[in-house]
């Protein structure tokens, strides 16, 4: 008998501990530091299992919250809950409603059911999804896929990153020695497809201008196909495909991975010290790459940026000021939600004209004179 | 009893001949008719050269249609051969070895003379380096599963004993900033987890399956909070570890082809080919082989002679534990210097299914490792070159490609007799 109660306390032991290590952020909701939270306007945020340091669309969107709280902190107070698995959405949302929350932002596609089936549910309360046009082919409500009616009180933000791409594109092609460029993606999804698309169509561009013949390895727009990790966390992956690509002459490294960029921005470093010089180098995406993962900046000629944290905030604050009107929010180049970052590093190395030349075609995007292909439309 | 035996195997004889030539002629078919007939004109290129190496071996030019029809017809009447003529087992073995290479020998000669190939070499050295950059943590965390299943505990932590490795040497090598020690309490913290899985499973009778489950969610649960709180506010203490750089083995290193492959690595290629050799050698040449092969089997017939059963478990699992533990600290102080969560990727699983389809064994787990490796590195290649291909189909290709490896090559396997039965002396 006394060997059973040492076994039930010691496996329940085990389980306590590993409950506590993945759920632990998720059971202490972060709030403002304020000890009174009565009257204020409340926003609160649901993360996607990336969690709220990922580096990439969950940290941007808990900033963009942050942003908006310190816009009027006397009004307006965020906090947010951590998903550990899919499962978790739902109950997340469900508890959020219950403490009457102002705006509830959801992050990532993945959540656009349990979105929009509250949102459904609930039509007097408000919310906002990253990266989903709610009810759309690409991002359907119903476990069919069959697009429906977006609800009212969604505000949907997608950011049309097909457009800083082709940028990203023009200045890899503008910018390569060998006359190869690569990219390669974390999974073959639309927000990462996207970007891959406008890259590919950015080296097209400037070899049509240019008359030279930049390869890229990794995409095509044409066929939909190429190099894809399969996974957002196998960083070894990440540098062993970039190896790929150097050794098949590429200097130029796009990866469309999220952290995984951290394993190719390694392999760019190790070839460049076995070469001696600064022969390879890379752009980063989502965010800056230069404030994520600052250890690489020397190699980062720009990063191809999606402006999550602006549009959230503006989602809380016009929530927050009864200017909600729900519907979808399209980043562009023209309103400042795709961007490309600062050169940093490279201000010097990029060529007056090729930047002059990037401004030109910035205009032109933005005029619609130049409609960057995607076979992923936002 | 045996007439009745003879009459039933016979029809699954005759069945298992037809359906491995109906696969052969198959294979032979999609060779000429896909491969050979949608082949672009010209060559396809070999390269075995790295990009600006200083001595550069000449690439080899293959006429990729001639040779792709020749390669399938092979196929064909190797398929033929089998089911005309009653083949020796070794003869089978190569025959079936023989088809699958002339089938990705096809696919790339007709991948590299396509017009989305732009004229990028086939570069042989970057593909085998590739096979086994993918590889090592593979069949470190296998050899961990031969020394806890030989002896009769089955180990599914293996992803865990991958992640806290690689979470324990990133931090200790960055905070400390000797790989060394990085090294070794990668090692030691895999060695932890074997421990903590031989307490449960041999001292508490917890379900071995359940146990190991459960050890994993745990570990990524508690890499995953350290993460968030220690490792991405202070990355520069904690997460920035350097790496370990090649080391060339000298006359070894220089042989062209081979050398760059095999013999210019980081120091975690040589454990492993070190590692390999111990545990084969270990487990079927050595008294204390015989002794954890005997607890494996039949536990009680080891307990009457004498041999401490319980000992060699936990010593089997703790030492496994630390190989699991080297090949976690591969995937950051041996590759990429930074942790992130859950960068094991499911590793560890494919190594657990690497052992069972390497029956065993250490030398079997590795070829089924290496196959897996070869797959991802050739499944990097044909992306890196935009094959018309599903990138899906890519990235279930090293899946798919190991099962019928393993079906046709392996066969019927059999696990150790004990292996996952606690052991309590009557």
Redesign the interface.
């Known amino acids: 008998m006394r060997?059973v109660i040492?076994?039930v306390a010691?496996?329940s032991a085990?389980?306590l501990?590993?409950?506590?290590?993945?759920?632990?952020?998720s059971s202490s909701p972060s709030t403002s530091k304020s000890p009174s939270t009565a009257g204020k306007f409340l926003g609160c945020m649901v993360t996607d299992t990336?969690?709220?340091?990922?580096?990439s669309f969950n940290a941007s969107s808990w900033e963009g919250m942050q942003e908006a709280q310190a816009a009027d902190p006397s009004k307006i107070t965020v906090k947010y809950l951590q998903s550990s698995s899919s499962a978790d959405y739902a109950p997340n949302i469900t508890a959020f409603l219950g403490e009457k929350c102002g705006i509830i932002v959801t992050v990532g596609y993945l959540m656009a059911s349990a979105t929009g089936t509250a949102a459904t549910a609930n039509p007097n309360s408000k919310f906002a999804i990253v990266d989903c046009s709610i009810g759309s082919a690409s991002c359907p409500i119903s476990a069919s896929g069959k697009p429906s009616t977006p609800p009212k009180n969604v505000d949907s933000l997608v950011f049309d990153t097909v457009q800083d791409g082709f940028l990203g594109g023009y200045l890899a092609a503008g910018m390569t020695k060998t006359g190869k460029v690569?990219t390669?993606?974390g999974e073959?999804i639309p927000t990462v497809t996207i970007y891959m698309d406008g890259f590919w169509d950015g080296v097209q561009y400037y070899n049509s201008q240019h008359h030279t013949h930049v390869?890229?390895?990794?995409?095509?727009e044409k066929?939909q196909?190429?190099?894809?990790t399969?996974?957002f966390?196998?960083?070894?992956?990440?540098?062993?495909?970039t190896?790929?690509?150097?050794?098949?002459?590429a200097d130029i490294i796009f990866p469309v991975a999220g952290?995984v960029g951290?394993?190719a921005a390694?392999a760019v470093e190790d070839a460049d010290n076995a070469?001696g010089s600064q022969k390879v180098n890379m752009m980063w995406v989502d965010t800056d790459g230069c404030i994520s993962a600052p250890?690489y900046c020397k190699y980062f000629i720009t990063s191809v940026e999606k402006g999550i944290q602006a549009a959230v905030k503006h989602a809380v604050l016009t929530a927050e000021n009864h200017t909600f009107t729900g519907g979808t929010y399209i980043g562009t180049l023209a309103n400042g939600g795709v961007t490309l970052a600062p050169f940093h590093d490279f201000a010097s190395k990029v060529p007056a004209s090729l930047q002059a030349e990037l401004n030109t075609l910035k205009q032109e995007i933005i005029s619609g004179k130049i409609k960057p292909a995607t076979k992923s439309p936002v | 009893m045996t007439a009745i035996v003879a009459a039933v195997r016979a029809p699954i004889v005759a069945n298992r001949r037809l359906i491995a030539a109906v696969t052969f002629v198959a294979f032979g078919l999609i060779d000429i008719l896909i491969f050979g007939l949608f082949s672009h004109k010209g060559d396809a290129t070999f390269a075995f050269s790295?990009?600006?190496a200083k001595v550069t071996v000449p690439s080899l030019h293959v006429p990729a249609r001639p040779v792709t029809y020749a390669l399938g017809i092979a196929s064909v009447l190797i398929g033929v051969a089998r089911a005309t003529v009653t083949e020796s087992k070794l003869l089978k073995r190569l025959s079936i070895a023989a088809v699958l290479l002339f089938f990705v020998l096809a696919m790339l000669l007709w991948s590299d003379t396509g017009s989305?190939a732009?004229g990028?070499p086939i570069?042989v050295?970057?593909l085998m380096?590739?096979t086994l950059?993918?590889s090592i943590?593979l069949i470190l965390g296998a050899l961990a599963g031969c020394m806890g299943e030989r002896s009769g505990v089955i180990n599914i932590a293996i992803e865990g004993q991958l992640l806290l490795g690689a979470f324990t040497a990133a931090v200790v090598a960055s905070a400390v900033g000797v790989l060394w020690l990085g090294l070794l309490s990668g090692s030691l913290a895999g060695g932890l987890i074997g421990a903590m899985l031989a307490l449960?499973a041999i001292r508490?009778?917890?379900d071995q399956i359940i146990l190991g489950v459960?050890?994993n969610?745990?570990i990524?649960?508690?890499t995953?909070?350290l993460?968030?709180r220690l490792l991405?506010p202070d990355a520069?203490t904690y997460n920035?570890a350097s790496?370990f750089s090649t080391v060339k083995i000298p006359v070894l290193g220089d042989i062209p082809v081979i050398g760059p492959i095999f013999f210019d690595s980081t120091i975690f290629l040589y454990i492993t080919y070190a590692a390999i050799i111990l545990v084969q050698v270990g487990l079927f040449s050595t008294r204390w082989g015989l002794r954890v092969r005997a607890v494996g089997e039949h536990p009680s017939a080891a307990d009457t002679v004498g041999i401490n059963v319980l000992g060699i478990r936990y010593r089997n699992l703790i030492l496994g534990g630390m190989l699991a533990g080297i090949g976690g600290a591969y995937?950051t102080i041996g590759?990429?210097?930074?942790f992130?969560?859950?960068?094991s990727?499911g590793?560890g699983y494919i190594a657990l299914a690497a052992m069972i389809f390497g029956r065993w064994t250490p030398l079997g787990a590795t070829l089924a490792a290496l196959l897996f490796g070869f797959t991802?590195?050739l499944g990097?290649?044909l992306?890196?070159?935009?094959?018309?291909?599903?990138?899906?189909i890519?990235?279930m290709a090293p899946y798919v490609a190991t099962i019928i490896a393993v079906a046709g090559l392996v066969g019927r396997v059999r696990a150790p007799a004990a292996d996952g039965k606690p052991y309590l002396r009557e």
């Open positions: 060997k040492t076994i010691a496996s085990l389980l501990l590993a409950a506590c290590g993945s759920s632990s952020p990336g969690g709220i340091d990922d580096r690569a390669f993606g073959k390869d890229v390895l990794g995409w095509s066929t196909s190429g190099e894809f399969n996974s966390t196998n960083l070894t992956m990440g540098q062993t495909i190896q790929q690509f150097i050794s098949e002459g952290g951290l394993g390694k070469a250890q | 790295l990009f600006g989305w732009d990028i570069n050295i970057t380096q590739g950059a993918a943590p449960f508490f009778l917890v459960v050890i969610l745990l990524s649960g508690l995953g909070y993460y968030d991405v520069n920035n790496t995937l590759s990429v210097g930074t992130s969560k859950d960068m990727s590793l991802t590195a990097s290649f992306g890196s070159i935009t094959v018309p291909i599903s990138p899906f890519l990235g």
